[in-house]
């Protein structure tokens, strides 16, 4: 397999997104580098209180990265737990009771955490 490199390890784009979702008060923000993974290199979990404001936050973070000429995908959103993909990053934002319910945290358990908010 080879290794990827993604424009996301780029911390001034780390950040840009963080603040995002930051601005957008998504909370218990948890952001996992993952080594062993085909599919990202990086995967962020946040909770969100309704579907307007996961909606928002997606749409935002979609004019960011297609202002940086990347491609991105979103699924779910109009569910309690929705995904967003682009350049080897996965975000999933989940309502309180659907991060409990699918408790992804535990596939990650061997990830570095990278940052935490709340």
């Known amino acids: 397999?080879?290794?990827?490199?993604?424009?996301?390890?780029?911390?001034?784009?780390?950040?840009?997104?963080?603040?995002?979702?930051l601005t957008?008060?998504?909370?218990?923000?948890k952001a996992f580098k993952v080594?062993?993974?085909s599919f990202f290199d990086v995967v962020i979990m946040c909770n969100v209180?309704?579907?307007?404001?996961?909606?928002?936050?997606?749409?935002?973070?979609k004019n960011l990265v297609k202002s940086k000429n990347k491609n991105f995908f979103s699924e779910g959103i109009?569910?309690?737990?929705?995904?967003?993909e682009f350049e080897g990053v996965g975000i999933h934002f989940f309502t309180e009771e659907a991060r409990e319910y699918y408790n992804l945290e535990d596939l990650f358990?061997?990830?570095?955490?990278m940052l935490q908010y709340g």
């Not at 957008?24 to 923000?29: A, D, H, P, S, V």
């Not at 109009?78 to 967003?84: K, R």
């Not at 358990?109 to 955490?113: A, G, T, V």
């Open 1 to 21: 397999m080879t290794e990827r490199k993604t424009e996301f390890t780029n911390n001034f784009f780390f950040d840009n997104v963080i603040d995002i979702l």
């Open 24 to 29: 957008q008060k998504c909370t218990n923000i």
């Open 35 to 37: 080594e062993k993974n």
């Open 49 to 61: 209180t309704s579907n307007t404001q996961m909606v928002s936050s997606v749409k935002k973070l």
């Open 78 to 84: 109009d569910s309690s737990w929705a995904l967003v």
């Open 109 to 113: 358990f061997d990830s570095n955490l």
